[in-house]
């Protein structure tokens, strides 16, 4: 009987402690799933048809923006220089022609970034301007209807940029901001050229086409690119299959009329 009873009170222990177990997993959090971006992505703060009606107010930090890729181009808050990023690191072209580090907590009001994986790459051996070098790089593309992370790096005979100053509210269309733009003419220089090309289907989105931003091989000096002839040097082209768009969740945006259609001032501006 002792013996009976002994084997029962185990039975018993054994079914709590497997009972509590089996809680204790229930309760207790799944191990956390390491968190990892889409490399595959293009990323996007705000519309390009928001910027063009003058919502240049920052809605978004570059540290935020850093964590969905480690290249891509946009521009500062109140329109304070042109960005670029590449190979992790952020710069700002500002009016007098000069690339500034961006710091971490200053916000853009537009951007785009993706983390840079090239599937293809042309070898150019020979000098070629702005838009040959498009037509060639536009050949390669497997479809054109999805988005291509581009990247330029040579020898430049002659690039021309352009950066603008920080604006004051009321904020003018870009337009009229571009319309006084500083420009900066490069001569033979190293340098590198990254931006995108987009599709139609995101008309009023994004540029649609080639939109690119230069900067010097010693990150000093860049701006948006206007021209350039470029002598040798290569072009790398990672092909986005996926977009993601982050909004801003206040401010000018909510007011401003995106219905329209601002091709026209998109021209002006490119």
Sequence with gaps: MAEDRLFRYIVVAVGFLLAGTLIGLAAAPLPAVPASE????????????????????????????????????????????????????????????????????????????????????????????????????????????????????????HVVTRSVPAQEKPYPRLADVTANQTVFTFENVPGTAVGFWTPELAEGINVPGYHLHFITSDRTAGGHVLDMVMAEGTVQVDTTMNFTMALPSGGDFLTVDLSGDLSDDLEKVE
């Design 38 to 157: 889409d490399r595959d992505a293009l990323f996007q703060v705000s519309t390009i048809d928001a910027l063009l009606q003058g919502t240049y107010d920052g809605s978004m930090t570059f540290d935020e923006l850093a964590r969905h890729g480690d290249f891509g181009i946009g521009c500062g808050d109140r329109l304070d220089g042109e960005l670029i990023g590449v190979d992790g690191k952020w710069y700002l072209v500002r009016v007098d022609g000069r690339a500034y580090p961006v710091a971490g907590n200053a916000t853009t009001p537009f951007a785009a970034a993706t983390f840079f994986d090239p599937e293809i790459t042309i070898a150019v051996d020979e000098p070629v301007n702005l838009t040959a070098l498009e037509s060639r790089v536009q050949a390669e593309f497997p479809s054109e209807n999805l988005f291509y992370a581009i990247r330029v790096d040579g020898t430049f005979p």
